[in-house]
């Protein structure tokens, strides 16, 4: 076996986003309710949409600027970084003294999670953003249009013996490797970019893809055990696709679709138990699960809400400043989560009531002028603009960056709570 696998002292951690394999986001041990103020920053060169990963002492995150960086979380300074040839979204998973993630270049890679020395790299079919000609019936109609909202890449999980590495790519493949060497074991191919982080959940993969299907597949031999059909929009494309990732519990995966969808699905069939509906919301963010409720988010609605997992039928909402495209972390009896606006706010999962707020640096800067009521109106930014254009869509979208929101999803660790922001930092805020 590598020695970079490993478990090289007591304090080695399995660390993949959404706080394990199955991302129930949950972190144990974590009781806190609000906010004791920030221990430090790190600001790298670009917007961070990455999620951090927390081991040994030291936080990982990538950046739009092509880089993953190793931060030492006592200090919040620079350990190392490792320079990729495009921006890296995908957030980083460390199972012992390797940390693997994905870049836009085209590649999936492992370093040593020490040194930022390279193990292996796995080139992929090319990653990218989804699009379409007139995407959303935007104009010039003759126009091919990026997704201003396709924020994440997939990112990588291990087996359960520590093995073998999953992650999807913008070439619609779910790929299996070995983790050690990084050769290629499996391939799934879907019809559609597989932007989403995998769950694995008892010896099955579940992951979504561009295409509108939801798959399970098994771990080891990579072939389909079920697929199931979300809505679609064929000309405009703006109510479909799967972009958030799933949450699998007590033998149900849980999983959010563009089609404005929470939907619990039975994990060995793949039949429908339930559904919650967004009214018309995109559903981007990785459902948590915790004592029999799980919590989701919206994107237009700007809501978060808790619904009983075995019926769906909601237990209480509570509606952020904007978007919500950063998946909640929960630490005992809150949940933490961000908005569009650059708010992190923390909720308490019996009242539903907010517990306490932080802002980020751009939103402290630019809500006064861009905010309507301390919230996000984009009727009220794009007054007097042509709504219909595309480059309207992205003025707008530049504005919007200039607040630091947060789409990045929160880790606990240790009483601390670590998130990245479009301002292109690291936080790292006490909890009390």
């Known amino acids: 076996m590598n020695i970079a696998f490993g478990q090289s002292n007591s304090n080695s951690v399995t660390s993949v986003f959404h706080a394990g394999a199955a991302h129930t986001g949950v972190y144990t041990g974590e009781n806190y309710s609000s906010f004791a103020g920030l221990k430090w920053k790190f600001k790298s060169q670009g917007k961070i949409f990455s999620s951090p990963a927390i081991s040994n002492g030291i936080a990982y995150i990538g950046s739009a600027d092509h880089n993953l960086y190793a931060i030492d979380i006592k200090t919040g300074k620079q350990l190392w970084k490792f320079t990729t040839g495009g921006a890296v979204h995908s957030s980083p998973a460390i199972n012992g003294n390797i940390v693997c993630f994905g870049s836009f270049d085209g590649h999936y890679y492992a370093l040593n999670a020490k040194t930022g020395t390279l193990i292996w790299k796995f080139k992929t079919g090319g990653e990218k953003l989804v699009g379409a000609k007139s995407l959303w019936a935007m104009k010039p109609h003759d126009q091919y249009m990026n997704d201003l909202y396709d924020f994440f890449l997939s990112s990588p999980i291990f087996s359960s013996n520590n093995l073998t590495v999953y992650f999807g790519s913008s070439d619609g493949n779910m790929y299996a490797l070995n983790a050690v060497s990084g050769k290629l074991k499996w391939t799934f191919k879907t019809k559609g970019l597989i932007h989403t982080t995998p769950a694995l959940y008892n010896g099955k993969l579940y992951f979504g893809s561009w295409d509108t299907f939801f798959y399970a597949v098994d771990a080891t031999s990579g072939k389909q055990l079920w697929k199931f059909k979300t809505g679609d929009q064929p000309v405009v494309h703006l109510l479909e696709g799967v972009q958030g990732s799933a949450t699998c519990s007590n033998g149900m995966v849980y999983f959010g679709a563009r089609d404005s969808y929470l939907y619990a699905l039975n994990a060995n069939t793949g039949k429908m138990t339930w559904k919650y509906s967004a009214q018309g919301s ?65 909720v308490n999962l019996k009242s539903g009531k907010l517990t306490g707020h932080f802002t980020t640096d751009g939103r402290n800067r630019n809500a006064a002028k861009l905010l309507k009521k301390d919230t996000l109106d984009y009727n009220y930014i794009s007054t007097g603009k042509d709504n219909e254009l595309y480059a309207t869509s992205v003025k707008i979208m530049d504005q919007l960056y200039t607040l630091g929101p947060i789409v990045s999803s929160p880790v606990i660790s240790n009483g601390v709570i670590y998130f990245g922001s479009a301002d292109g930092c690291l936080y790292a805020l006490g909890l009390k």
């Open 282 to 346: 995109w559903i981007l963010t990785t459902p948590a699960i915790q004592s029999g409720v799980v919590y989701t988010s919206t994107s237009d609605t700007y809501i978060f809400a808790a619904l009983d997992a075995k019926t769906g039928k909601q237990k209480f909402s509570y509606k952020a400043n904007g978007y919500l495209y950063s998946s909640a972390a929960i630490g005992g009896s809150t949940a933490y989560f961000g908005d569009f606006t650059g708010k992190l706010s923390a």
